[in-house]
């Protein structure tokens, strides 16, 4: 059985190892003074079926077993050797069928990936919102990129020097044979479609917070950002969710973000601006009017009053 997960926060890289004891946690670089992040692991025997939950990382499956794979409206059989990209703002879900689910996968952060004039991220479409991620691949495929994990499973063990560069040049190797095929497009709808964009909706909608720190900042704001990484139509978005829940879409992401702004105005130090920022306003009296709008008060009296009844105590 598959089950899909409401959840209260995202998922870290972090979270991921303490989850998976099992799995080594090494894979942090330091290149160009900013952390980044890669690692790579065997699919053997990975019956269990997974929800997406980590809105940190980007991911590269090659998946030999037979499974189905869930998105927002719709899915699709897995009954042949795949190679598959996720990406930090789509959510899915993966079903195994067969009891045998074998190949690999990597995982790496966009500060890993990206690098300059060589950022894979923006050079090539895989991994673009609205880009089809799934693909097929034939047995001379298969074993070409069983080949490059393995390769890159090695080399996490060795003490060369310039290694994560050498797995860089492993990604890109694997992303040149996906464009090369023709990605997967026989898709079939679900029959509870509009439960399933709404539930995936408030996942995706959750997944941005907790707000990480003031020089973050929200990266869907709109009904149409959230249609777009889903990939339906905004006003099919927006229906589902009115739908589903009683609210419409744009009510859903104001309380949300009203809350995390009370959450940081009773709790952080940070000034008004910054969290406004974090927030995805551009300027301090857009917060504020937003803030008032759905609150009645200033974010300023909230803080106030806050600090006042801290002093009484």
Not at 240 to 255: A, L
Request: positive net charge; charged residues 20%.
């Amino acid at each position: 059985m598959l089950y899909f997960c409401h959840m209260t926060r995202a998922e870290s890289l972090k979270d991921f190892y303490t989850r998976n004891p099992f799995i080594d946690s090494h894979g942090y670089v330091t290149a160009g003074g900013s952390i980044g992040h890669f690692n790579v692991f065997s699919r053997n025997n990975c019956f269990k079926g997974a929800t997406y939950r980590r809105r940190d990382y980007y991911k590269i499956s090659l998946i030999i077993g037979t499974g189905r794979l869930y998105y927002a409206d719709k899915w699709i059989e897995v009954d042949r050797p795949s190679l598959l990209f996720s990406n930090p703002g789509l959510p899915y879900a993966w079903e195994p069928i067969s009891e045998l689910q074998q190949g690999f996968y990597c995982l790496f952060t966009e500060t890993f990936i990206s690098d300059g004039p060589n950022d894979l991220l923006h050079r090539f479409p895989i991994f673009r919102i609205g880009a089809q991620p799934l693909f097929f691949v034939d047995a001379d495929r298969q074993a070409e990129i069983s080949t490059i994990f393995g390769k890159m499973m090695t080399e996490m063990e060795s003490t060369y020097t310039y290694k994560y560069d050498l797995l860089r040049t492993y990604v890109q190797l694997i992303i040149h044979q996906a464009l090369k095929m023709q990605p997967v497009g026989e898709y079939r709808k679900h029959t509870n479609a509009g439960i399933r964009i709404t539930e995936l909706f408030l996942e995706l909608l959750e997944r941005q917070f907790p707000v990480d720190g003031h020089d973050h900042t929200l990266q869907f704001r709109t009904a149409a950002q959230f249609a777009e990484n889903l990939r339906v139509h905004v006003n099919h978005l927006n229906r589902s969710v009115k739908e589903t829940t009683g609210k419409t879409t744009t009510q859903h992401i104001s309380d949300r973000i009203v809350k995390e702004a009370r959450t940081l105005l009773l709790h952080s130090d940070w000034t008004i601006s910054e969290i406004g920022y974090s927030l995805g306003f551009e300027y301090p009296t857009y917060f504020n009017n937003f803030f008032k709008k759905h609150t009645r008060v200033t974010p300023l009296s909230i803080r106030k009053n806050a600090r006042d009844a801290q002093q009484i105590k």
